[in-house]
């Protein structure tokens, strides 16, 4: 047994936090950016489907990636470039660099869920596997749920730039977790 499970628990579990609220934060600021850029209202949906789209189509993908070449490395890959994705989007020039970031960002956060979720499976077994995932999807949730309030607090303090930074922040305090403790598996076949 990993004595660091609670902790690659803590880590996972603000990844599974900041992803919705990626997700939710994008969508509030919508009005914000459409201003900010003078942006048409295609332009405004592509940053709620970009993200959407390319993070929905490559989850099951990147769980076999994950399998195959590593959950550690995927994990720690997609949060690394979610994080990278996230500063990028807070300083972004124009609404189709927004865009483009906003599909990158939804890579990295299929990649990061699918080698968490791999890893987190692997940490724990019987009931307390039961727990973590319980764990797992409440805190998704909770990104979901406070999500919007706590975008719409962010771009009162600080624009709407500011979400893409904490974003980022939280994603790589997940990693600050995760880097030490994961340990890599995988399954290739």
Same mark, same amino acid.
């Given at each position: 047994?990993?004595?660091?499970?609670?902790?690659?628990?803590?880590?996972?579990?603000?990844?599974?936090?900041?992803?919705?609220? =990626?997700?939710?934060?994008?969508? +509030?600021?919508?009005?914000?950016?459409?201003?900010?850029?003078?942006?048409?209202?295609? *332009?405004?949906?592509?940053?709620?489907?970009?993200?959407? /789209?390319?993070?929905?189509? !490559? /989850?099951?993908?990147?769980?076999?990636?994950?399998?195959?070449?590593?959950?550690?490395?995927?994990?720690?890959?997609?949060?690394?470039?979610?994080?990278?994705? =996230?500063?990028?989007?807070? +300083?972004?020039?124009? +609404?189709?660099?927004?865009?483009?970031?906003?599909?990158?960002?939804?890579?990295?956060?299929?990649?990061?869920?699918?080698?968490?979720?791999?890893?987190?499976?692997? *940490?724990?077994?019987?009931?307390?596997?039961?727990?973590?995932?319980?764990?797992?999807?409440?805190?998704?949730?909770?990104?979901?749920?406070?999500?919007?309030? !706590?975008?719409?607090?962010?771009? *009162?303090?600080?624009?709407?730039?500011?979400?893409? /930074?904490?974003?980022?922040?939280?994603?790589?305090?997940?990693?600050?977790?995760?880097?030490?403790?994961?340990? *890599?598996?995988?399954?290739?076949?």
């Amino acid at each position: 047994m990993n004595p660091h499970r609670y902790t690659i628990l803590a880590a996972i579990c603000l990844a599974a936090l900041v992803l919705p609220m =990626s997700f939710t934060g994008g969508a +509030v600021a919508t009005p914000f950016i459409g201003r900010a850029f003078a942006a048409t209202p295609t *332009e405004l949906a592509w940053i709620t489907n970009a993200f959407m /789209l390319s993070f929905g189509s !490559l /989850l099951m993908a990147a769980g076999i990636l994950a399998d195959r070449y590593g959950r550690k490395r995927l994990f720690i890959g997609g949060m690394g470039l979610f994080a990278a994705a =996230s500063l990028l989007l807070a +300083v972004a020039p124009t +609404v189709f660099w927004l865009d483009l970031l906003r599909g990158a960002q939804g890579i990295a956060a299929a990649a990061a869920l699918a080698g968490g979720t791999a890893a987190l499976a692997q *940490e724990f077994d019987g009931h307390a596997r039961t727990r973590a995932f319980s764990l797992l999807g409440t805190t998704f949730g909770v990104g979901l749920a406070f999500g919007p309030l !706590l975008s719409g607090v962010l771009i *009162e303090w600080m624009g709407w730039r500011g979400i893409f /930074l904490f974003t980022a922040l939280l994603a790589l305090v997940s990693l600050v977790f995760a880097v030490p403790n994961l340990r *890599e598996s995988r399954n290739p076949h």
